[in-house]
């Protein structure tokens, strides 16, 4: 029967475990129109050409939101790989989740393999990881690489378990490796999760034999070398974050003022006290916040994640916005539990000195993690937010994924001593099972009968709950309408969280009854694969059942399918901007209550056609963090009454913002108030929105209308005829080198951009005489979002201005010879050019050393891997002292 313990299960057998359900769940991906939602990533978006790939790997240059900005580029990890193998932007969106949450998965297991749990309970992790709803509620979110970044730390915590006799220091090289692996796909949750792994090195090096004080050293030197190769691994990362979320980013500041009004934004997304009961019940308040077409259902999220700070007082902003469930598994919470507790027992329990330990070590992180989590809502977040560069950080809610680690690995912890301890002594049962029950808990003592009571009075407590929960209909209705939840629809409300609470119950009386078999003595070894999998299944059923609310699946050849006014827009679309709104920083629209859906409408189309049609726009998608230089530009033409409404018309001039989407009798308004009657502002083109053929009339869901062009349409493509053209040759120029002087000179009315362009460079004179002649001709030869060749022509030097953001790491080329990039109109770039007809070419080519730093590291990383795996390195044995239970 030991034989069970030990046989091993192959890599493949684990592979092909994870994907059956993975496939089962996502099988719509097979069909040829349809791909997963995804938040964070839409279709449109990776489908642009300025994050395609393998280009991004140099540098990601957004030129379609706002007037272009530095995006992090792609990094050559896990996620980036697979979407360079795929080659696909709609395969690629199919299988992404599924891919990432399989990677998980299989790191799951190679983590306990490593930490010596016996098979079955490696596979019953690696179940547990894959389809962990934090996890997998991300992956359906867009955040695919949340899961793929837990992937990583499981790598790391696996290498520090490595058997590496001639050259152990490598163990920490290769832990460092797979944490920066984990910092350049999860960002700043990977820092997070590298505190823990630090954390986790420190304890293994202080468990280890000999003197505390060379141990404390030691566990120093280590820790630094784990940070260091983490921190090269994630150079690129770490580079290019730097350069885009930190350096000149509005916000960053540490003056206590700025971070007193920073507050209310970073801990937004605070996981309420009361909502900790997602972590056992997972559809108690909800799945996901609505359907595609933003209508509530029975499912709905109805919880307080992501409301807007003084939504209870003024009822303005989100009442809620989560794309996150938080559960992890009944027989994972018991199991997890069942190890806390048996830690206690000391060493008349099955884990040894150094097992005890490591448990208290996880139950620590999680302790204090899910506190963390609370941020706005409890103490603790408030003390450590003063810590400095700690305000950087967005959402507290973000401590849950430490927390959903830590309880995993206890979980394996908790079936490896049942595993081991329970099943593998439990001797032959002869009696049947009612008699051997009875018999059993008349006899029993100690922890076995304290724990089996215990858990029993949790289940009772359960099913009280549940009925109480059940009967409060009414109550529960007036609460939902007092957190905007229609009454229409609070109902099915509340009974669909009722009928959550009761599958968590049951499950939770099947997980109840598992333990107390094997606890027992019931069941053995001869017993065991069978016992495995009805485990697994159980695990599994719970799991799954409530992570298919998260997966959704959409018809993108129906949702990206383009129209009359996409066609307009998309038709050298580089040689000017379209906006929707008056201003990006004060985002309201050209129509009244009669065009209300148009403000959803349009900016659905700039968050997924505008992007998969490469149309550049003025609106921003999402900028979280605003760059000073942004900030300060667009807040310039930001009226404080309505009689400055030309700010409006300046922004749009000097941003070559041609084309304006609205209702068309704002016309007569924009030119007599944004545009003192000069009369530069026409319409294009007239649109309504009907219901498609296959819809009814009263369909009022955005993928549920479409675009007909009609000559007295309400909406149309308005043309502002004073928009400065994307490239443009001036023979006079100003030079100004104080930054409030040149926002002075752009606001000021009487300054014509189209005739004079400001160059902040002290070494640009002007000419001394305005020259005769006009300032030329520019014309776009060929664009690409890094590479703009622009082909103009004088009769005297001139300054050619490109209207896309100034960024040093552009350079500019004349002729082929590279020149000097000027800033110009204060967030703009240019170059001067001599007399006569030049080619100029913009190129976007920022520094390659952390990408070279970065794939040297990989490199490096599997020469690692082939000499500890040639060397044979296996585990590595820890002290167990008195552990009736194998492991680390």
Known sequence: MARQLTQKIAWWQVLLILAVPLVFLFHPSLRSELVLFSNDGPLGIISSEAGALPGAFAGYWDDLNWVGRENPSALPDFSMLLGLLVNSSVVYSKIYAPVSLLFLGFAGWLLFRQLGFCPVVCVLGAIAFAFNMNAFSNACWGLPSRATTLASILAALAAL???????PFLRYVLAGFAVGHGIMEGFDVGALYSLVVGGYVGLLILLE??????????????IAVVAVSAAFFSAQALTTLIGTQVQGVAGMSQDPKDKEQRWNEATQWSLPVKEILRVGIPGMFGYRMTDLGGGLQESSYWGAVGRSPGWEVHKQGWARHSGSGEYAGTLVLLLAAFAVFQSFRGSQGP???????????????????VVLAFGKYGPLYRLVYELPYFSMIRNPIKFMHLFH????????????????????????????LGVFLKQWWASVEGFDRKWTFGSGIVVLVGVLSWLVYASSKNEMIRFLSS???????????????????????????????????????????????????????????????????????????????TNPIIEKLRENSFERRVTSTLNPLRPSSLSNENGAFFGIIAYSWLQHQFPFYDIQSLDVVQMPRWHIMDLTFGSLFVPSNVQEGVKYSRLWELTSTRYLLGMTSYVAVLNQQFDYNRDRFKILSQ????????MSSSAVKVDDLTVVEHPEGSFGIIEFEGALPKAKRYSNWITLTN???????????????????????????????????????????????KVIRIKTGGSSDGVLLLNDRFHPHWNVY?????????????????????????????????????????????????LICIYLVRGGAGRKETNSETSTVPGS
């Not at 520094?847 to 070279?852: A, F, V």
Request: aromatic residues 10%.
């Open 483 to 561: 957190v905007a939840i229609p009454g229409d629809i609070a109902a099915a409300i509340h009974a669909f969280s009722v009928s959550e609470v009761m599958w968590s119950v049951v499950f939770l009386l099947g997980a109840f009854l598992i333990l107390a078999l094997i606890v027992s003595g019931a069941f053995n070894l001869r017993q065991g694969k069978a016992l495995g999998v009805i485990v697994g299944l159980v695990l599994l059923v719970d799991l799954a059942r409530a992570d298919r609310f998260w997966i959704v699946y959409y018809d993108y050849k129906e949702k990206y399918a």
């Open 405 to 432: 680690l830590a309880v995993l690995i206890l979980f394996g912890y908790g079936m490896q001593v049942l595993w081991c301890h329970y099943l593998a002594r439990a001797p032959e049962r002869k009696e049947t």
């Open 687 to 694: 649109f309504n929105f009907v219901p498609k053929e296959e």
């Open 209 to 222: 034999k000999g003197d505390l004080g060379q141990k404390g050293l030691k566990a120093v030197g280590m």
């Open 161 to 167: 378990h490595l058997k590496a006799e001639r050259m």
């Open 351 to 369: 884990l040894g000195g150094d097992q005890r330990m490591v448990v208290w070590f996880w139950m620590g992180v999680a302790c204090v993690s």
């Open 814 to 862: 004349v002729d082929g010879a590279q020149q000097m990039l000027l800033r110009c109109n204060y967030i703009m770039r240019g170059v001067k050019v001599p007399a006569g007809d030049h080619v100029v070419e913009f190129r976007y080519e920022p520094p390659q050393l952390g990408l070279g730093i970065s794939l040297t590291s990989i490199g490096l990383g599997c």
């Open 739 to 785: 930054e409030q002087a040149v926002l002075a000179q752009l606001s000021d009315l009487q300054f014509d951009p189209a005739q004079t362009v400001v160059v902040m460079d002290g070494s640009v004179t002007p000419p001394a005489v305005a020259p005769d002649s006009d300032g030329g001709t520019a014309t776009i030869e060929s664009y690409h979002p």
